[in-house]
């Protein structure tokens, strides 16, 4: 009790005269139970910048070679702030890599191929949660085996059977099993969706069937609506893993003109080997600057990525809430 | 017409067919198809693309891989000793930081964005481009003396510091390749009734003990899930040497049968991981039992 007096006393002479930090300080290690809850707490936030600097350097490293100078890229004394942006190494790349061209291609396949999966594994996902029907352990035992096996494994005949349909040098043959729950990690995308239900109550849509709501109408009006999170999550991965992948569309279609915009990231690489002649014509650059180097080449990568970083910024609160609310189990 | 009376046993069943009719289709079409054809064909011998005729040839095929490639084992070797090495390092990182971003820290917003960055650049040729300008041995370098002062490095011996670097580097990398997991953690994180920890903190248990009688089992079918998506995500990664290889003999050098063969041992090596790893989590996943307990 007289201690606890004591304390405040000091507290507020400290307060008077007007030093709120020490203040602070004093109370903080006056209270021993919360010291080591807040060394831990400290200890957490540095563990977690330190990661957090790791994850982030990667990105850094592209932004800032990107406006490098042909001069900086060389000098090992520039490590971090290049004294001068040169904006132009994002012209040059965009030219190189013809970006207006293939960045239609990407579009073209992810936005169909995601579609595909929205719909198909919503559909699917919430059959193998809610029904009991005979073959449902095998058909999702195969599901889980068709995204262990690696697309390699049944590559060749897949392509047969493409060109038996006459779909090479077209994007069917990416975007069409999207839309039957197959395609790039769709079964990963059954999966959530099928434990997203799996969590979910059935109370709602029992009252809806009790209603007279037919069992399509069901799943169209009351399951497909709840589902956001699952949705959001689902989205946001099909995105990315499509606009990424090249493997597929570059055996699929493989002609110049349909390679999408990774793929596209080689032949600039290429380039940086051994610019082709007249691309710089117009541009009147500074000597030994119309380069095609590794400021141009992060340039180029910068763009690719560009547009997957800009759907995740806007997304991402939605996004992180998704991940929140995918766990409905325990309300 | 004469309208089809079912039972609701008989309705549910229909009805359930009719959601997964999708897959059935696409199941057969763009997987079970290809993979006879594939298993086919590693057996065999092509002899003419259209129709599939391919003729009997025993395992010639796989021997080619184990005794006439010089190429094969060792590169097999060398990508199973990675993925040993990756897959519990990554799930264990991915845990750890799904639980700290878990925690109520400030600008949590921000902090979950950052770590899903390397997913955003990291599943395509964006990434292989970026390693080949040695980004990642860029991030912890104890060489450049930075970190530490020279001095003392010239102590350690080259030797250190390089064993010292390459661990780093491949701790990086492990980092860059757990965004996904992260994520799958940290919606199984959310998924933990809030009233768990209430009552257990109640009862006088510590965080440590709460962590592996509470928040472990409560995971272990994320877990579940996260390992096996880790072990496939790393034998199916750009940067594994096998897959390119693998391609190249089909599409460049046209042996079909070959790549089929050398596909399939990839996979069935594959899947008996993932075997093994399920049996061994099967032991200690009480999802359903933690479960019955909440309700009751």
Known sequence: MKEGMVSTEKKRILQEINIPLLAKVHEWFKTPKRVSEKIVRMGMYVLIIDLAFVFIFPFLFMLVTSLKTNTELYDITVNWVPKTLK??????????????????????????????????????????????????????????????????????????????????????????????????????????????????????????????????????????????????????????????????????????????????????????????????????????ESTVNNAVLMAGICMVVMPVIAVFATLQKKFMQGIERTGLTGE | MKKIKLNMKGKHILEGYVFVLPLIIGTSAFFLFPLYISIKLSFGHLIKMAGFQIEWSGVQNYLRAFIIDANFVPMFLKVVNQVFTRVPLIIIFSLLLAILLNKDIKCRGFFRTVFFIPFLLGTGEVMK???????????????????????????????????????????????????????????GLQSIPAPLYESSKVDGATGWEMFWKITLPMISPIMLLNIIYTIVDSFTDITNPILPYIQNHAFSRMMFEYAAAMGWIYFAFIILLVLLVIGIMNRFTHMTEIKERVKS
């Not at chain 1, 058909?139 to 060749?156: H, N």
């Not at chain 1, 005949?157 to 077209?170: C, D, E």
């Not at chain 2, 530490?148 to 990398?173: C, H, K, Q, T």
């Open chain 1, 87 to 288: 904006f132009e190494n994002y012209i040059i790349a965009f030219r190189a890599l013809d970006y207006a061209i293939y960045s239609k291609n990407s579009l073209m396949i992810t936005i169909m191929a995601t579609i595909g999966h929205l719909l198909s594994c919503s559909f699917i996902g919430y059959g193998l949660a809610r029904y009991q029907f005979p073959g449902k352990k095998i058909l999702i035992f195969v599901v889980i085996i068709a995204m262990i096996v690696p697309v390699q494994t049944i590559i060749v005949p897949l392509y047969i059977v493409f060109a038996n349909l006459k779909w090479l040098n077209t994007y069917l043959p990416v975007i069409v099993p999207t839309f039957f729950g197959y395609g790039l990690k769709g079964s990963l995308f059954l999966l959530v969706f099928r434990q997203f239900y799996l969590g979910l109550p059935k109370e709602l849509e029992n009252a809806a069937k009790i209603d007279g709501c037919g069992f399509i109408m069901t799943y169209w009006r009351i399951a497909l609506p709840i589902a956001r999170s699952a949705f959001l999550v689902t989205l946001l991965l099909s995105l990315v893993w499509h606009w990424n992948d090249f493997y597929e569309p570059a055996i699929y279609a493989s002609k110049p003109s349909q390679i999408t915009l990774p793929a596209r990231l080689n032949e600039l690489v290429a380039m940086v080997n051994r610019p082709p002649e007249g691309l710089f014509d117009e541009m009147a650059l500074a000597d030994g």
């Open chain 2, 129 to 187: 481009q970026l390693l080949g300008q040695d980004v990642d041995k860029q991030v912890v370098s104890l060489a450049d003396g930075t970190l530490i002062p020279r001095e003392f490095l010239i102590y350690l011996g080259s030797n250190v510091v390089n064993a010292i670097d390459s661990f780093f580097g491949v701790i990086v990398l492990v980092l860059w390749n757990s965004s996904v997991q992260i994520l799958l953690f940290l919606s």
